[in-house]
């Protein structure tokens, strides 16, 4: 194994992610109703729209956790509706998700170390007999520098601050190198100033990365965001840059109006 195996293999159309008349029903409830969507390679995207919209049964389809009840759905060029999400991580798709997803009981070293043999397809169970794979230590000391957690390598993933775990998530989530990075909320529950130094982690880690996250923090997508995708009702009601959906009349009415003026009120916006 080299280095090279822990990179995901790149075709490169310009197109990272493609939904095509993507619908989702749960039962008689149509959830997601005609989504379109082009995501281009390198874009940084915020997912909004306000609560029960489906912004993370959009996430869900993405990632394969949902198939689409009718629709399709592209990655790098490729059809991915249908694929198991393991299948769709493994073609350069990762995602982060609301809850914590860490072991708690493991160091943050065993944690990224267990991430990175998982993305080379080792089960989790494997990883004590893998303590000398040498490449694979270079990439969790590569990893804990990005997530700036060298110095808790050895600490208890459960001991850590609530911001350092959603670091480690993070670190998780990129760990096989995926092209396509999904982050759910990532800064939720998170103070203002912890906020501010996440998202400039964020930035740093999806350097060159596609990247789309939810977010309900008005503060963060519009400092982060090249574009923003407004769901409301499970419809695709805009997408475009963060300037022309802030002026954007219809968002204004649907959705944005309040929640601008409510962030503004909180001097987040
Ligand atoms: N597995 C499911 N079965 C049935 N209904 C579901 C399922 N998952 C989501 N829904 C429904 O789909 C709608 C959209 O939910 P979703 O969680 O995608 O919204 P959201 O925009 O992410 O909301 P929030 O901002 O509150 O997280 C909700 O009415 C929810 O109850």
């Not at 009702?233 to 802030?246: C, I, Q």
Request: charged residues 25%.
């Amino acid at each position: 194994m080299n280095t090279m195996t822990l990179a995901m293999k790149s075709a490169s159309p310009e197109n990272a992610l493609e939904l095509r008349g993507v619908t989702k029903r749960f039962g008689k409830s149509e959830i997601i109703r005609g989504i379109d969507l082009t995501v281009r390679r390198g874009e940084r995207v915020a997912v909004i729209g306000p609560n029960g919209a489906g912004k993370s049964t959009l996430f869900n389809l993405i990632s394969g956790r949902f198939g689409p009840s009718s629709g399709e759905i592209l990655l790098k060029g490729e059809r991915i509706d249908g694929l198991k999400p393991y299948e769709i991580y493994r073609k350069g798709l990762a995602r982060s998700f609301q809850i914590t997803n860490i072991f708690h009981r493991l160091s943050v070293m065993e944690n990224l170390r267990c991430a990175v043999l998982w993305s080379l397809g080792y089960r989790y169970t494997f990883w004590r007999f893998l303590v000398g794979l040498h490449d694979v230590n270079q990439r969790v000391d590569e990893l804990l520098a990005m997530i700036r957690l060298e110095k808790r390598r050895d600490t208890v993933a459960g001991n850590l601050t609530y911001a350092e775990q959603r670091a480690l998530e993070i670190g998780i989530t990129i760990a096989g190198g995926a092209e396509v990075v999904l982050l759910d909320e990532p800064t939720a529950g998170m103070s203002q100033s912890e906020t501010t130094r996440f998202i400039a982690l964020i930035r740093e880690v999806t350097e060159g990365k596609t990247l789309l996250t939810v977010e309900h923090d008005m503060g963060v997508v519009f400092g982060l965001a090249d574009k923003i995708a407004v769901v409301v009702y499970g419809e695709l009601l805009a997408f475009d840059t963060p300037e022309a959906v802030r002026s954007n009349a219809r968002v204004q009415e649907a959705y944005l109006g309040s929640v601008v003026a409510d962030a503004q009120a909180e001097g987040r916006a």
